[in-house]
């Protein structure tokens, strides 16, 4: 699909589904650890912190840079630009608590906790000050982070969304023909004991309608690594546990009444579909902020951008 297509796809238009043949869905996928060993220097490490066991990957050497990654996605997320940035940091890519090799708690999914998770983990290795950026969910507890434990931050780096506030609840369920881009799975994560009946065993089909439709070019997140998705959001405990983190949307925004003015070095990254909307509002969140455009990419910039990523990131936690 080429990215006039793609534009229309974001804006509303349907787009067929990715071939999920049973081939596809069921192949034969490495394991955390083999995934991290085929990143020059990294490893697949588990931590104890705040009551669970949380996983994460960490490779290279310098100041600590936190990846911590977005929905329907895990710490594999960063696979494309982790080997260039361990060149310039100690880069620890943390699946958040939820899914992937982390613990899948029934509760604790407020970002607030979340950002606790990773506030015990940096101290545990032995940090403390990190710098940290995260994407779409990610987002929202590296800004948590900030908020709630400032003295733990160096500069932080907010990816495609902000932290939840009221404007959550002024988001239009079903957009005009051409107007917009329905976000539905906002309003299902939320659903009760729904999304695991159909989900579980399915999610392949969830990942497929997500990159089918919020990428420019589909290759960037291959079959292979939807597969590796997939797996991750296949069972009911991970699907439970990453839709918490839509769940506590609600808490969240209570919670950000609180936050007053982030003061550490913000960047904010963002394609053509949120751009206006983090330079528009960002400021207002911090009192030291840029943000800057990712051309030629969609929602899941990480992966069809990693070189513009790679780079902003070097400039800017450099």
């Not at 071939?19 to 990143?39: I, Q, V």
């Amino acid at each position: 699909m080429g990215a006039g297509t793609a534009a229309l796809a974001m804006a509303g238009a349907a787009v067929p589904l990715s071939p999920a043949a049973a081939g596809d869905r069921r192949p034969h996928l490495p394991s955390d650890r083999e995934l991290a060993r085929s990143l020059p220097g990294f490893r697949s490490r588990h931590a104890r912190v705040n009551g669970i066991r949380l996983h994460y990957v960490s490779g290279g050497r310098g100041e600590p840079l936190v990846l911590v990654h977005g929905w329907p996605e895990t710490w594999w997320e960063y696979r494309k630009v982790m080997p260039a940035l361990a060149d310039h940091f100690q880069v620890i890519a943390v699946d958040l608590r939820g899914i992937g090799g982390s613990d899948k708690p029934p509760s604790g999914y407020e970002k607030k906790n979340l950002a606790r998770d990773i506030y015990e983990l940096v101290r545990q290795l032995g940090f403390s000050e990190v710098n940290i950026a995260g994407h779409d969910i990610g987002s929202n507890v590296a800004f948590s982070l900030a908020a709630n434990h400032p003295d733990s931050v160096r500069k932080l780096a907010l990816l495609s969304v902000l932290h939840p506030d009221e404007s959550l609840y002024e988001n239009r369920m079903l957009q005009r023909p051409g107007m917009g881009f329905n976000l539905w799975w906002h309003a299902f994560n939320q659903v009760e004991d729904l999304p695991e009946l159909l989900l579980a065993g399915r999610a392949r089909y969830l990942i497929d309608w997500m990159f089918d439709n919020s990428l420019f070019d589909l290759s960037a997140i291959g079959r292979r690594d939807r597969a590796i998705y997939a797996r991750e959001y296949d069972h009911p405990a991970a699907i439970r546990g990453s839709n918490g983190w839509f769940k506590a949307w609600h808490q969240d925004v209570v919670d950000h009444k609180d936050y007053g003015p982030v003061t550490v070095p913000m960047l904010g990254l963002a394609s053509f579909l949120t751009f206006d909307t983090l330079n528009e509002v960002m400021p207002t969140r911090g009192t030291d902020v840029r943000v800057e455009l990712v051309e030629g990419a969609g929602h899941y910039f990480v992966e069809e951008q990693p070189a513009a990523v790679v780079d902003a990131f070097i400039q800017f936690f450099g």
